[in-house]
């Protein structure tokens, strides 16, 4: 019987041709649509992992310029308060203990505003060590589906090689 004839009957018979499979088809080749399946279900979730940062990212970015412009006002505030000490040193020397209040108001919100960027350094540091997960993860569902990939291929050759024998 040459492969002609094995084909016309495999196109035929659909029991033999079931019974081909059974036999030729390995069952981690059979798995291989369930195998894709879950990958794309990985994929989508880490997609959503991957948005979720970068809503984060772009929060952050957005606190920070508002953090940016309170400093800009500060500064602006504070560049007043000098001014008016420059022009009215006399008087403030009677009122000393007033200014030195509002320096210590002026210190206080420096250092909120220092803590803040630390928490936004904090927050950023977190988002690098997320991104640094989430590359890990796809690096290595890709190295895992690559050696799936090249699994179905030697499978398929195999299997080619089967049938034209």
């Known amino acids: 019987m040459d492969s002609t004839e094995i084909i016309r009957q495999l196109q035929n018979d659909p029991a033999l041709k079931a019974e081909m499979r059974a036999v030729l088809l390995t069952e981690e080749l059979l798995a291989v649509p369930d195998v894709v399946a879950t990958l794309a279900e990985t994929m989508a979730q880490h997609n ?90 796809f690096i290595g569902l890709d190295a895992k589906f690559t050696a799936k990939f090249d699994q179905v291929e030697s499978a398929i050759r195999d299997l080619r090689g089967h049938l034209e024998n």
């Open 48 to 137: 959503q992992r991957v948005e979720h940062l970068e809503n984060t990212v772009s929060s952050l970015i957005d606190h920070q310029a508002s953090m940016q412009n309170n400093l800009q006002d500060l500064i602006q505030m504070t560049a007043r308060g000098f001014a008016a000490m420059e022009s009215g040193f006399a008087e403030m020397r009677e009122g000393l203990v007033g200014v030195q209040a509002k320096f210590d108001q002026v210190d206080a919100r420096f250092d909120q505003v220092d803590a803040r960027f630390d928490q936004v350094d904090a927050r950023f540091d977190q988002v690098d060590a997320r991104f640094i997960e989430v590359d890990k993860k």
